[in-house]
């Protein structure tokens, strides 16, 4: 069956450094995909897509990458912030054009 | 619009009532989708509208969940004889034509709708 995975429910990390999450999938073969950041009480915000025959994408402090041989992203945040605490998201398309999305990890970035 | 409004902000009702929670999505966005969050989950996909094609509901969890869109435009997402475990945030999304390569189907929130099934 199809699975995606966000390895880590909840991730603290001390301010200034830099934040990694992963996100695993089995039984896809996408085409892109993306991470949004969720706050709570809010809906899911995008932050950056990246596509199959990319292996890296930046946007200020974030950077994407993704192996789809390994079928993984990895996201990071560098020098990270407690403003950066939020759930963050990945997702994928899962056929017809709908997005299916993982659970999500917390990041908590500890002053 | 802006930005995708979705209302109400906050419904409680009594379990066995029917609820309507309406979705406006950005102007010209012709693809909505309702997703479903519950307390500590992951976003669950329910139904997805693109133009003028049959809707995608392959996600809806039963038949007491309907979904309606009039126009193109605005939808309506129809719990009939709720359950307490209906209690969730309701998301509606919308994205531009999502066959268009260079947007990569990037879809864009609403608040939610916070339902709470007493």
């Known amino acids: 069956s199809q699975k995606i995975e966000q390895n880590s429910e909840a991730l603290n990390i001390q301010e200034g450094k830099t934040a990694t999450l992963t996100c695993n999938y089995t039984?896809?073969?996408?085409?892109?995909l993306q991470w949004y950041r969720q706050d709570p009480g809010r809906g899911p915000v995008f932050l950056l897509l990246?596509?199959?025959?990319?292996k890296e994408k930046r946007k200020e402090r974030l950077k994407v990458t993704f192996d789809t041989t390994l079928k993984q992203s990895l996201f990071h945040i560098t020098a990270s912030q407690p403003a950066d605490s939020a759930t963050y998201l990945c997702?994928?398309?899962?056929?017809?054009?709908?997005?299916?999305f993982g659970k999500g990890t917390k990041l908590s970035v500890i002053p | 619009g802006a930005g995708v409004s979705q209302s109400p902000s906050n419904k409680v009702t009594e379990k066995g009532k029917d609820v309507e929670l309406r979705c406006d999505p950005i102007?010209?966005?012709?693809?909505l989708y309702w997703y479903r969050q519950s307390l500590g989950q992951g976003l669950e996909f329910l139904i997805y509208?693109?133009?003028?094609?049959?809707?995608?509901k392959s996600g809806l969890p039963s038949d007491r969940f309907s979904a309606e869109r009039t126009g193109g435009s605005v939808s309506t997402l129809t719990i009939q004889r709720t359950q307490q475990e209906d209690s969730a945030v309701y998301l509606c999304?919308?994205?531009?034509?999502?066959?268009?390569?260079?947007?990569?189907?990037?879809?864009?929130f609403g608040e939610g709708s916070w339902l709470t099934v007493v």
């Open positions: 999304a919308s994205s531009q034509n999502p066959r268009q390569p260079i947007s990569g189907n990037t879809i864009y």
């Open positions: 039984n896809y073969s996408p085409a892109y």
């Open positions: 990246i596509r199959e025959n990319e």
């Open positions: 997702a994928l398309e899962a056929g017809s054009y709908q997005l299916t």
């Open positions: 102007s010209g966005h012709t693809a």
């Open positions: 509208f693109q133009g003028n094609s049959a809707p995608d």
